[in-house]
């Protein structure tokens, strides 16, 4: 029979659109999939936007912080009418008290005689009682609303129903409370209750507080405040990424185990399984548009059909490279978490040091006689402890970039404003000629130098093998955190990562060419399953070798929670100062140095 010349025509050029279409098509899934491979092997290189979370900013020193301005200093009162501000008499002890406890908050320090002396004389004088509530979370400041400064007694911090961690978590004398949420009307970002019997406060009210100090200096960037506030919010211990764990935990329940999508391999590449197969699937769907099959869709393919036969050469060479790939992949994987073993253990030999130097200082310092400490060794034991808490914050900022802003000159000013460190503290590390990621060395040689001055008047054990030890620790803390950059500066090099990334990349993209003669329509899955495993393991060995999320490559759903170090640090600073504060036994004076010199000879005697 013979066939019409137009229906030939007819159908070769629906067969040249359909492969017109098909190859515009594979171009375009192309293109598509490197793009994504690229975006997904990639680091962010910009940094994180802070989340604006209210509870993410929320700060255990009562500081309600503006959401779009924040407060640098206070630039003389202006003109204020003096005749609207209330007058408490104060005694001179008050009033010095008052004026010290102002100029250790770095709000405080530039302003006027007469604005500050209007301020002082602003405050009144009240007492509560034990677990009276100060201050209320979630309240509006308004102007019936007070800024507290604590006198005498402790406070104790609450967020979100949780007592904040110690030393953050217990407000002393010469604390203020809750100045720029009064400024910003802003609700009260915790709850502040009495801790002891009675705490003796001075409070001036809300309108008063603004009119004195009416001139601001709001030049500061809302997201830049924002991010050092979050990082602040770490280091104290009311924002943490895995319920104060380092690293996400996990049960050993096989069915919980099924039902995890955050902080999982899956999380992090569904959308590079997804390209690849839907890749696969335009794959298939072409070859049987185009190399008109003899089989059925959902049956193995004919392995006499000629495409299926060059296809066979390709799945050989791939079976090659999935050996080959499999070895290279896993022992890189295994090197990369050996990396990332390492820097962790580094991390905890750190808070070792650090929880040496405390006991040392606290078994070694001067006691009464009925056990507790003596004023002096409480002191020295203080400075030492917020030195070691400041080192070790200011330290991590130094190689990490999640505290990175820390370590400016804006975020050292809010850390001082947040009770982070003292006013004095500050201008001094301003005023060191050192590079901003090398102040933390300052904060150690302070420690070292407050433990000689503890040696040299009595406070401390003057016995030379109790001094050397404990210099001896000092020194291997300084060795331990000077490691970690050694570490960072070497942990792989580019020729083997990028050598590890083609060959994975490489081998995936030829995973549905090779598996379809074996699978055919059935392939979609298995390369979904292989995309899934073998990217997966490369980008768990790039977590791996970013101990430090310096990277954010994977949006902190994996890292390291860096704030846990620094948290329990700040615990120990204060652990053994508190366990020792009290003895079951009395402490005696120690005996006199016995006298070596020998005995003078005796007198011969006269025998009769």
């Known amino acids: 029979t013979s066939v019409p010349c137009g229906i030939i025509r007819i159908n070769s050029t629906n067969k040249m659109i359909h492969r017109y279409l098909f190859f515009h098509l594979l171009l375009w899934l192309s293109l598509t999939l490197v793009r994504a491979f690229g975006i997904h092997s990639s680091p962010r290189t910009t940094p994180r936007r802070p989340s604006s979370s209210n509870a993410a900013a929320r700060s255990p020193l009562f500081r309600a912080r503006p959401s779009t301005i924040n407060v640098v200093s206070f630039r003389g009162g202006g003109s204020v009418d003096s005749s609207t501000i209330p007058v408490f008499p104060k005694s001179p002890e008050e009033y010095n008290f008052i004026r010290e406890a102002l100029l250790e908050n770095v709000m405080f320090t530039t302003l006027p005689k007469d604005t500050l002396d209007n301020l002082i004389y602003a405050f009144e004088r009240t007492a509560v009682n034990k677990d009276d509530v100060i201050i209320t979370q979630g309240d509006i400041c308004d102007g019936g609303d007070y ?98 764990d380092i690293i996400r935990q996990y049960k050993s329940n096989r069915s919980w185990l099924w039902r995890r999508w955050r902080g999982t391999v899956l999380e992090q590449n569904w959308r590079t399984v997804g390209y690849m197969m839907l890749y696969s699937l335009f794959f298939t769907g072409g070859t049987r548009l185009l190399t008109d099959p003899t089989w059925k869709f959902g049956l193995i393919p004919d392995k006499t059909h000629p495409f299926i036969i060059r296809l066979d050469i390709i799945r050989k060479i791939w079976n ?43 078994t070694g310092a001067k006691r009464n006689p009925d056990g507790t400490f003596t004023h002096e060794s409480e002191k020295l034991l203080d400075d030492v402890a917020a030195s070691s808490r400041l080192l070790h914050a200011l330290f991590w900022s130094s190689c990490a970039r999640r505290f990175s802003v820390l370590g400016t000159s804006r975020g050292l000013e809010r850390m001082a404003s947040r009770g982070l460190m003292t006013s004095q503290q500050l201008r001094v590390l301003e005023s060191l000629d050192l590079p901003a990621n090398q102040r933390h060395n300052a904060c150690l040689e302070w420690m070292m130098i407050r433990a000689w001055q503890g040696i ?14 404990l210099m001896d620790q000092i020194c291997q803390l300084r060795a331990s955190y000077a490691t970690i950059g050694d570490k960072l500066a070497c942990r792989m090099p580019l020729s083997y990562i990028h050598l590890v990334q083609i060959l994975v990349d490489s081998f995936i993209v030829l995973t549905p060419v090779a598996l379809y003669p074996d699978l055919g329509a059935y392939s979609i899955f298995s390369v979904g399953v292989l995309t899934l495993f073998y990217t997966g393991l490369l980008d768990l060995a790039k977590v791996f070798l970013d101990p430090l999320d310096n990277e954010d490559f994977t949006k902190n759903n994996i890292d390291m929670d860096l704030g846990v170090f620094i948290r329990e640090s700040n615990g120990g600073s204060t652990r053994w100062k508190n366990s020792g504060s009290r003895l079951p036994f009395s402490i005696r004076s ?19």
């Open 590 to 608: 120690p005996p006199p140095p016995p006298n070596d010199s020998p005995p003078p000879p005796k007198e011969p005697t006269k025998l009769d």
């Open 147 to 244: 800024v507290y400064l604590v006198a005498e007694g402790k406070c104790k911090v609450i967020v979100d129903g949780k007592v904040v961690p110690e030393p953050y978590g217990t407000i002393k004398g010469k604390a203020i409370l809750g100045e720029l949420g009064v400024l910003y009307n802003q609700t009260r970002s915790a709850t502040i209750v009495a801790k002891s019997d009675a705490v003796s406060l001075f409070r001036v009210n809300a309108d008063t507080f603004k009119s004195v100090l009416n001139k601001l200096t709001v030049n500061d960037d809302p997201e830049l405040l924002q991010q050092i506030d979050n990082a602040i919010n770490q280091v104290e211990g009311t924002k943490s990424f895995y319920g104060g």
């Open 456 to 469: 040299d008047d009595g406070t401390l054990r003057s016995e030379t093998s109790f001094s050397d030890r």
């Open 320 to 362: 090659y490279q999935m050996s080959l790939t499999t070895f290279i992949l896993t022992f890189f994987v295994q090197k990369a978490y050996t990396f990332w073993l390492e820097l962790y253990n580094i991390g905890r030999r750190i808070q070792g040091r650090f929880n040496d130097i405390g006991l040392l200082l606290a």
